[in-house]
């Protein structure tokens, strides 16, 4: 499996592992079984619906066949790169700038299937030969498909240490999403060693603007610790 580097907007290198063929044709397949799934069940219900004109039939295969055509864009775009075959195999669908995913972004990725999968399988190809493990669609749209079962411990992860009577000062935090939360910290973690107060200031005014703070508590180093430490507190009491 290729290493995958994403560089964030503060310029620093955060290292995936990128899914590779195998993971990603493992979850194509438990997504094709779903939708034989529904295809199975769609026609033992269409009888219901022989009486009607020929018309009306197509009218409503039409209608009824759309979850499958959409399967693949809506769930990405609901579950934050992930279909039920991803969650499954635990790969993601990433930005290579380190960002989340955006809905265009999945668009251009569902588009391309088309060719990268439709044709040939023409995308499997493609990954085994891509430094990045990307097929055409993830060219495209500037993204990849990373591993989430990485062995980790809790310094490598979002999570924080809080103490029982810990109370949160930034309640605007809940703008952020896993996927934040995860970039700030990596970020946060090589900065504050490298002593680079540059990106901690960049960071901070990022922080910010994303959460709409007035004011923030301490110096660039507190409110960042305190920004995560607030992610976990209410993250964890949903």
């Known amino acids: 499996m290729s290493e995958l580097q ?11 592992t990128a899914s590779g063929v195998g993971e990603r044709l493992m979850a194509f397949i438990i997504d094709m079984l779903i ?13 219901a619906f022989q009486d009607m004109d020929q018309w009306s039939q197509i009218g409503i295969n039409t209608l009824l066949g759309l979850p499958i055509v959409f399967y693949t864009l809506v769930l990405e775009a609901l579950l934050e790169g ?4 991803k969650k499954i195999v635990k790969i993601k669908v990433v930005k290579i700038d380190g960002y989340q995913a955006s809905l265009a972004d999945y668009v251009v990725r569902w588009f391309f299937r ?11 190809f493609v990954i085994l030969f891509s430094k990045r493990s990307q097929r055409l669609g993830d060219m495209a749209a500037g993204t990849s498909v990373i591993l989430l079962k990485d062995k980790v411990n809790i310094s490598h992860t979002i999570l924080e240490d809080l103490t029982e009577d810990y109370k949160p000062t930034y309640p605007t935090v809940i703008k952020l999403s896993d996927n934040d939360a995860r970039i ?12 680079d107060y540059q990106t901690l200031i960049k960071l901070r005014n990022k922080i910010i603007e994303v959460i709409e703070v007035k004011a ?4 660039d180093i507190q409110f960042i610790d305190t920004i995560l430490k ?3 507190y209410y993250t964890q009491s949903m």
């Open 35 to 47: 939708k034989i799934g529904y295809i199975t069940i769609l026609n033992m219900s269409l009888g």
């Open 230 to 232: 607030d992610y976990n």
């Open 216 to 219: 923030i508590n301490g110096n």
């Open 6 to 16: 994403i560089n964030t907007t503060q310029n620093v290198k955060i290292n995936f």
């Open 184 to 195: 700030i910290k990596d970020t946060f973690t090589t900065a504050k060693l490298a002593n």
């Open 114 to 124: 088309i060719v990268d999968i439709y044709i040939f399988g023409l995308g499997f």
């Open 82 to 85: 992930q279909t039920i075959g």
